[in-house]
């Protein structure tokens, strides 16, 4: 349905402020690769800033990204590396959780963290994704490596960031 309504609402979105041109890594949701991200994509290339697709597949956890982010890290360090610019972080679900992360990680080559729709607070039960999460990555939810990122996700990025959500 959200889709669906692209089309009515695109001469609407696209009269927001022109970007920079700063490079933006898109950070897909549980389960989600890049297609999903396309959309957004588009709409910041049409704005003036430069998107790049996260890389690594479909976002099944710490599978997709290393089991300390160093995965994600290495993209970030690329996309740094070919721009020479700070890098601003998207992130849908708990890819947005996987920005915040990454801010954490290397706050020099991070602008901003934006999430949408991330579970940012409360226990990893707290979503209704949780089974398959648990199901799909082999990480228990009383791992406490599991614990210890959830922790740390509870944690204010050293970034600029804003949490998009509703309570649906």
């Known amino acids: 349905m959200e889709l669906g309504s692209l ?27 890049e297609t999903t991200m396309k959309p957004l994509f588009r709409y910041l290339e049409k704005l003036g800033y430069d998107p790049y697709q996260w890389e690594l597949g479909r976002n099944l956890g710490p599978r997709a990204v290393g089991l300390d982010g160093e995965k994600m890290v290495d993209r ?41 729709g ?26 406490p490596k599991l614990k210890a990122q959830v922790r740390e996700g509870h944690e204010v990025p050293p970034v600029p960031s804003t949490a998009i959500f509703s309570k649906n």
């Open 7 to 33: 089309p009515w609402a695109a001469p609407f979105l696209l009269q927001a402020p022109k970007g920079d041109g700063h490079p933006v890594l898109l950070l897909p949701g549980f389960m989600a690769g």
């Open 76 to 116: 970030l360090e690329a996309i740094h590396a070919k721009t020479g610019r700070k890098v601003s972080v998207i992130g849908w679900s708990l890819g947005g959780a996987f920005a915040r992360q990454l801010s954490r990680r290397r706050p020099d080559l991070v602008r901003q963290v934006i999430s949408l």
């Open 118 to 143: 991330s579970p940012l607070t409360g226990t990893p039960r707290a979503t209704n994704a949780w089974r398959a999460y648990q199901f799909i990555t082999g990480q228990k939810m009383d791992d």
